[in-house]
C-alpha cells in the first residue's frame, strides 16, 4: 500500500479544531447502504404465510441453520434469541458449575460474561495483547487454579485470537474452549472459520454487528455430549427431539422466533460480502497507519481474515503533546467519525463487579465460600492501557477506498500537528 493520503498534508496546515478546513467535508460522507433488501422482505412474508411461528420445525428456522452451517460447518446448531443467550446456553451445555471458573477477556461486551455469573460460574478476567486486544495465552495460563473449567475467548472486532496457543492450553488442563464470535461474523483463523476452532461457538444477530435480525444468536458445536445438549439448554429443559418433557436440569428459554430467524436467514447470505469489504478496507487503514509516526496499527495476523467489526489504533502518548482525547476531538473535528477507546473501562471495573452486585447487592456464590473472588483486586494493565490509549474508527460495507484514504489524511494531518 502506498502512502498517497499524506500528499498535500503538512504539520503547517490549521487544524479544523483550531478553524481550519476540515479534511473530510458533507460530501464525503460514507454512503449510507440499506440494511436490509428485497430477499428480508420476502422471507419475512414467507414466514407469516405458515400457521405457527415457533422455532422448532418452522421453515425459516431450517433455513438459518442450514445457511450457518454453509458458513460455519458444524453439527449442532441451536438458533437462539441473543449473543448473550448463546453464550448461557454455550455454558449449561458445557456443564458449568458453581464457583467453576471461566476466564475470558476483560474488554469486551457485558454480555460475554452474564451467563457465567447466571450460571454461578466465576469470570476470571485475564489481560490481553497490546495490539490485536485479544488475550494473551500467557496470562490465560498464569490465571488457570484447580477451580477453572473453561476459557471463553472473545474474537474482538472480528479479528481472531490465538486459537492454537488458546487451544493447546484448554486441552493440557482439560478445559472447554469457547469461542465469543458475537463481533466475528466472516473471520477466519488460518483459513478455518472462527467458530470452529474451540468446543462451542457462539454469534450474534443483535442490530449492531454485521448481520442482523434486530435481536437474535446462535450457539452450535460439533462435540456431540456438548452439542445435544443445546437445544435443551434453550428451551426450558425440553427435549423436542425426543419430546421428553420431563424436565432433567434447569435451563432459560431463550429461543429464537421464525420471524426473527426468516431475517437472519436472509441476513446470512450477505456474511461473505459485508467481511470482504470490511477486511479490506480495514487492512487498508492498517497499512496507512503503520506509516504514521505514533501511531500503532490493528495487529491482525498474516494468516488471518479480520473481518473488522470495527478497528483500533494505538497511540504512543510519548509522541504526542496532548491527550488521546484531545486527538480525538481534534479528528472529529477533521469529519472522522471516531471515539476514545471502546467500553470505559475494563469489565471488573463496572460497579456491579466492585461491589459483587450480582444479585440484588449480593453474591451468594461468595457468601456461600464457593469463590473468593474480589474484582477490587483484578489489574489487567494491558487492557486498562489499551482503553486509555485507543482510538476508535469505524469500518464498514457502506465505506470505500476513497473514504479510507480521507481518513487516514484526517489522521495524518491531527498527528503531524501534535507531534512532539
Ligand atoms: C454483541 C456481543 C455480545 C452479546 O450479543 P447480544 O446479541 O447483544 O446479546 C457478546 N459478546 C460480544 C463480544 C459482543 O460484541
Given at each position: 500500500m502506498n502512502v498517497t493520503h499524506t500528499a498535500g498534508v503538512n504539520r503547517n496546515d490549521l487544524l479544523a479544531i483550531h478553524g481550519g478546513k476540515s479534511i473530510i467535508g458533507e460530501k464525503d460522507t460514507a454512503n449510507t447502504s440499506l440494511r436490509w433488501g428485497q430477499p428480508e422482505v420476502t422471507a419475512v412474508t414467507n414466514a407469516l404465510r405458515e400457521d405457527s411461528l415457533f422455532y422448532w420445525k418452522h421453515k425459516s428456522v431450517k433455513l438459518l441453520t442450514a445457511r450457518f452451517q454453509r458458513h460455519c460447518p458444524l453439527e449442532y446448531v441451536t438458533p437462539c434469541s441473543s449473543g448473550t443467550a448463546a453464550l448461557h446456553i454455550a455454558l449449561i451445555a458445557a456443564g458449568i458449575a458453581p464457583g467453576d471458573e471461566i476466564i475470558t477477556s476483560p474488554i469486551t461486551d457485558m454480555g460475554t460474561v452474564i451467563g457465567m455469573l447466571y450460571q454461578q460460574g466465576v469470570p476470571v478476567f485475564a489481560d490481553l495483547e497490546p495490539y490485536s486486544y485479544n488475550l494473551d495465552p500467557a496470562a490465560v495460563e498464569a490465571a488457570i487454579t484447580p477451580r477453572t473449567r473453561a476459557i471463553m475467548a472473545v474474537h474482538l472486532c472480528g479479528n481472531p485470537c490465538d486459537m492454537q496457543a488458546l487451544r493447546a492450553i484448554a486441552d493440557r488442563h482439560e478445559l472447554v474452549l469457547i469461542e465469543d464470535a458475537a463481533q466475528a461474523w466472516g473471520a477466519e483463523y488460518r483459513g478455518r472459520p472462527v467458530g470452529t476452532l474451540g468446543d462451542i461457538a457462539c454469534f450474534s444477530f443483535n442490530d449492531f454487528k454485521h448481520v442482523s435480525c434486530g435481536d437474535g444468536g446462535i450457539v452450535a458445536s460439533s462435540n456431540e455430549a456438548y452439542g445435544r445438549r443445546l437445544q435443551k439448554a434453550a428451551d426450558k429443559g425440553y427435549d423436542r427431539v425426543s419430546g421428553n418433557r420431563m424436565v432433567e436440569e434447569l435451563a432459560p428459554c431463550y429461543r429464537m422466533s421464525a420471524l426473527q430467524a426468516s431475517v437472519a436467514a436472509a441476513q446470512m447470505e450477505r456474511v461473505r460480502e459485508i467481511a470482504g469489504i470490511r477486511n479490506r478496507l480495514g487492512t487498508q487503514l492498517r497499512e496507512g497507519v503503520?506509516?504514521?509516526?505514533?501511531l500503532r496499527p490493528h495487529a491482525v495476523r498474516d494468516d488471518d481474515y479480520c473481518s473488522f467489526w470495527f478497528s483500533m489504533t494505538r497511540i504512543d502518548p510519548d509522541a504526542f503533546s496532548c491527550s488521546r482525547d484531545t486527538l480525538v476531538k481534534a479528528l472529529q473535528a477533521e469529519g472522522l467519525p471516531c471515539s476514545g477507546g471502546y467500553i470505559a473501562v475494563p469489565l471488573y471495573r463496572y460497579p456491579a463487579f466492585q461491589n459483587g452486585n450480582f444479585f440484588s447487592g449480593r453474591w451468594p456464590l461468595r457468601e456461600a465460600g464457593l469463590t473468593d473472588m474480589d474484582?477490587?483486586?483484578?489489574?489487567c494493565p494491558e487492557a486498562e492501557a489499551i482503553l486509555e490509549t485507543a482510538i476508535n474508527i469505524p469500518v464498514n460495507e457502506s465505506m470505500d477506498e476513497a473514504w479510507i484514504r480521507l481518513v487516514l489524511e484526517a489522521l495524518h494531518k491531527v498527528a503531524s500537528h501534535f507531534q512532539v
Open positions: 503503520a506509516s504514521i509516526p505514533g474484582y477490587k483486586k483484578v489489574d
